[in-house]
């Protein structure tokens, strides 16, 4: 089981990046799939989360009307859309996946982790 995230970097507040997470050694298709970040000294926490159709999506308070989160199940692949990004923006972000139905909010709902890229937002 392998999730590997990438795309992050160093950014200028106001602007965009596009996080990728591609999946092997399981089927992919069948878990909804969430993006976490944790910041230096916080807690690990939920941004965005995609049911395994991407039919539903739900955002936090943190990622709603600044980020999309996306699948493409043909590349075993979710992206994050994030748009007009803030100093406060500055973690690593995870990607996860779970089986559960309902949407999960905490990480200890999550069964797979990827091993998190930086993301860097300077004012």
């Known amino acids: 089981v392998q999730l590997q995230a990438s795309g992050g970097g160093l950014v200028q507040a106001g602007g965009s990046l596009r996080l990728s997470c591609a999946a092997s050694?399981?089927?992919?298709?069948?878990?909804?799939m969430g993006w976490f970040r944790q910041a230096p000294g916080k807690e690990r926490e939920l941004v965005a989360f995609i049911s395994w159709s991407g039919g539903t999506t739900y955002y936090t308070h943190s990622g709603k009307g600044r980020l999309t989160i996306s699948r493409d199940n043909a590349k075993n692949t979710v992206y994050l859309q994030m748009n007009s990004l803030k100093p406060e923006d500055t973690a690593v972000y995870y990607c996860a996946a779970t089986l559960r139905v309902v949407i999960s909010t905490t990480p200890d709902g999550y069964n797979h982790w990827g091993q998190g890229t930086q993301v860097t937002v300077s004012s």
């Open positions: 050694g399981f089927s992919f298709s069948s878990y909804a």
